[in-house]
């Protein structure tokens, strides 16, 4: 049968969708780009936060209204929404013809009438062949306050070193040339196994299972209590992990973090990361996730926010007004922050990380940057577009190459830099590598 794949929320998300989408082959199905060519229609669901639930009803009675409509015969709905509420959804949406949770795949499969077979990950339609995640573990026991993935996800599950290599290996076989290792935090991989953060020796298992290949590792999701001097030491060091780190961070206000149950509550251990980065390269690429009206936040508490952004100009931010969720601690924490008041710090913050932005942006004019090639488009015809090791694919910014016409999608360049923006840069091809 034809199948559209629908994959909503994060890159974990798109990952167990590559994994479905290599039995539904091995089950002789073909997945479809365009979700008028299918019989079958699935939505790999996020229910993260109250919008991620509302992004993923409204797909769903966008496929509803296809099935009336068009040739679809099945929906089917998968996913951390399942999860979350799968028996109410249930009775809620009796048009859909078949549920199954994050971690059951094989639900699918038997519901088309199959039997579950476990298949080489697939590459989904429309998506990167160039940029490819690698989920390495499963679950997270930080159990932060506000936090809904122990209720949809459970505890922590690292995935075994052997698993993790071996699909690395297949990646770069299949044609990756930059690997995003994800987890809910990377720096927790083997603490259920072993007790200790096994993220550094894992990091050095990868180094030399892709010795010879060029491509890029990114680390994405690191908490801050567990990133280490030695972890910024084997990266800055490595020649294929880029010097980039995601360390959402939410707050760095101590009475605020306790009551986020972060695991840091003095201010100077949450910055240490940043420092460490810093210290061993100035141009180390960082970001961060904040969030504003958290309850009981105070006006003097937010300004701290401000001071930290001003103080580490970090490269790029998230910033998420804070949301209440159903079953979380923080959703019986009082006093209730207004939710105008929460969006106004948001936009404050951003407007301030603009300016920060801008700044570290400018500092690569005339400079040298190696750039992954995934493209075509920009503002001028014949230019190509691209991503540093500053750039986490969606999430952060593009070099625009003026010159790039005619080049190669999946390859490097040398860029020099001419101009820069906000959030993106753009320069010229000085040198084809591969």
């Known amino acids: 049968m034809k199948i559209y794949l629908l994959t909503l929320g994060c890159a974990k998300n798109q990952v167990d969708s590559e994994r479905l989408a290599g039995m539904l082959g091995c089950a002789g199905h073909e997945l479809v780009e365009d979700v008028r060519q299918a019989e079958v229609a699935l939505v790999n669901t996020c229910g993260f936060i109250v919008p991620a639930?509302?992004?993923?009803?409204?797909?769903?009675?966008?496929?509803?209204?296809?099935?009336?409509t068009e040739n679809i015969r099945k929906i089917g709905v998968i996913g951390?929404?399942?999860?979350?509420?799968?028996?109410?959804?249930?009775?809620?949406?009796?048009?859909?013809?078949?549920?199954?949770?994050?971690?059951?795949?094989?639900?699918?499969?038997?519901?088309?009438?199959?039997?579950?077979?476990?298949?080489?990950?697939?590459?989904?339609?429309?998506?990167?062949?160039?940029?490819?995640?690698?989920?390495?573990?499963?679950?997270?026991?930080?159990?932060?306050?506000?936090?809904t993935i122990p209720l949809i996800r459970g505890g922590?599950?690292?995935?075994?070193?052997?698993?993790?290599?071996?699909?690395?290996?297949?990646?770069?076989?299949?044609?990756?040339?930059?690997?995003?290792?994800?987890?809910?935090?990377?720096?927790?991989?083997?603490?259920?196994?072993?007790?200790?953060?096994?993220?550094?020796?894992?990091?050095?298992?990868?180094?030399?299972?892709?010795?010879?290949?060029?491509?890029?590792?990114?680390?994405?999701?690191?908490?801050?209590?567990?990133?280490?001097?030695?972890?910024?030491?084997?990266?800055?060091?490595?020649?294929?992990?880029?010097?980039?780190?995601?360390?959402?961070?939410?707050?760095?206000?101590?009475?605020?973090?306790?009551?986020?149950?972060?695991?840091?509550?003095?201010?100077?251990?949450?910055?240490?990361?940043?420092?460490?980065?810093?210290?061993?390269d100035a141009d180390f690429a960082l970001r961060t996730t904040l969030?504003?009206?958290?309850?009981?936040?105070?006006?003097?508490?937010f300004l701290k926010l401000i001071d930290f952004l001003e103080d580490f100009e970090l490269d790029r931010v998230g910033v998420f007004p804070y949301s209440e969720e159903e079953g979380t601690a923080a959703a019986l924490l009082s006093p209730s922050v207004p939710e105008e008041k929460r969006q106004e710090r948001a936009v404050e913050l951003l407007e301030v990380q603009e300016g920060i932005s801008w700044k570290r942006q400018r500092r690569f004019i005339g400079r040298r940057l190696r750039v992954l090639v995934e493209g075509t488009g920009g503002q001028s015809s014949g230019a190509a577009l691209g991503r540093s090791f500053r750039d986490a694919p969606e999430v952060d910014g593009i070099v625009e190459i003026k010159n790039g016409k005619g080049i190669k999608p999946g390859t490097f360049v040398e860029v020099e830099i001419t101009e820069s923006y906000e959030h993106d840069l753009e320069g010229k091809v000085v040198r084809h590598e591969s």
């Open 53 to 68: 639930v509302e992004e993923s009803l409204d797909a769903i009675f966008d496929l509803e209204y296809l099935k009336k």
């Open 80 to 147: 951390c929404l399942v999860n979350r509420y799968g028996e109410a959804l249930e009775r809620e949406l009796p048009t859909v013809d078949f549920w199954a949770g994050a971690d059951e795949p094989e639900k699918v499969i038997e519901a088309l009438g199959g039997v579950p077979r476990e298949g080489r990950r697939a590459l989904l339609p429309g998506y990167s062949p160039w940029s490819r995640y690698l989920k390495i573990s499963e679950g997270c026991d930080n159990r932060c306050s506000y936090c």
């Open 156 to 280: 922590l599950k690292s995935r075994s070193e052997t698993e993790i290599l071996e699909d690395a290996r297949r990646l770069a076989e299949s044609g990756a040339r930059e690997i995003c290792l994800v987890g809910q935090d990377l720096t927790a991989y083997g603490m259920d196994k072993c007790g200790k953060s096994m993220l550094p020796d894992l990091l050095l298992r990868l180094e030399e299972e892709l010795q010879g290949r060029d491509l890029w590792i990114r680390l994405l999701y690191l908490h801050p209590a567990r990133v280490t001097k030695r972890l910024v030491e084997i990266i800055v060091s490595s020649p294929v992990i880029q010097n980039y780190m995601d360390i959402p961070i939410q707050h760095v206000d101590g009475e605020i973090l306790k009551a986020m149950n972060r695991g840091q509550v003095l201010e100077q251990d949450v910055k240490k990361p940043f420092e460490w980065a810093r210290s061993a």
């Open 291 to 301: 969030m504003t009206g958290f309850p009981g936040e105070t006006d003097k508490q």
